[in-house]
């Protein structure tokens, strides 16, 4: 979509390998043994998604679960443009998610596999031009018969899975960075618009009809993308 450009899609998974007993395994403070490894993470992070923390449990250095919550609210001049109709876009978001991380070389690198509850909305306001005219459909219409042009696109009440790839190296043998790159699968948003003046079956109505439409197929992605960084603390 253009209002968020797919940037990154996350990678393939990797089956971990579970026995780790007393045996010397590298982690991410270097080599130690299970019984010394230390499973308690919290994280602040922030990104595409907005942000929030989360707080993560090793179960061994190959396995870890996470459970997090990013939101916010942000607000983006003229940054989405369909059809010749610029419009600024204010992002709602609220996402809780449950993670699966999973270290194949017991490492710093991850892939994370997971579900998010998404409750996001989009706000759109159509910007008229330096005339006092929006173009809808190919066609310029006055703004005073148009009126405020306001439009919603929302994510909502919506399991989504997740899939990413991670990178979270250690800066003391307590504090981390960490970044990531995934996507959720969420299918196309609900789309509404309207124009506070438009009379009803006018050709301004017809025309933000057809509006709605093409923002439908310029919002039509199935994935959105995930990118964030941030600290991480281990106990």
């Known amino acids: ?61 190959y396995t ?21 109709v610029t419009y600024d876009v204010e992002f709602k978001q609220s996402t809780p998610y449950l993670n699966a991380e999973i270290r194949p070389f017991a490492n710093s690198l991850y892939v994370a596999a ?8 989009y706000s759109i306001d ?3 031009d ?6 809808i459909d190919g066609t310029k219409y006055d703004a005073k018969k148009v009126g405020n042009l306001n439009g919603k696109l929302s994510y909502k009440s919506t399991f989504a899975p997740y899939l990413g790839l991670g990178f979270s190296p250690s800066i003391t043998k307590r504090v981390g960075l960490f970044g990531e790159v995934g996507a959720y ?16 079956g006018s050709a301004e109505d017809l025309a933000i009809k057809k509006e709605i439409d093409q923002i439908r197929q310029d919002t ?13 603390a281990r106990f």
């Open 64 to 84: 870890a679960l996470t459970l997090g919550y990013n939101g916010g609210t942000f607000k983006w001049s003229g940054d989405l443009d369909v059809n010749g």
């Open 126 to 128: 159509g910007k008229p």
């Open 220 to 232: 039509a992605y199935e994935f959105f993308p995930v990118i964030k960084v941030g600290l991480s």
């Open 1 to 61: 979509m253009k209002m968020l450009k797919l940037i990154a899609v996350a990678a393939l998974a990797s089956a971990a390998t579970l026995a780790m007993a007393d045996e010397k395994v590298v982690t991410d403070e270097g080599v130690a043994t299970f019984s010394s490894f230390k499973p308690a993470q919290l994280r602040a992070e922030i990104g595409t998604v907005g942000y929030g923390g989360a707080v993560a449990w090793s179960l061994n250095p």
């Open 130 to 135: 330096g005339l006092g005219f929006y173009e």
């Open 185 to 200: 699968y969420t299918g196309n948003p609900e789309v509404t618009l309207t124009g506070d003046k438009v009379v009803a």
């Open 114 to 121: 997971g579900v998010a509850y998404l409750d996001n909305d």
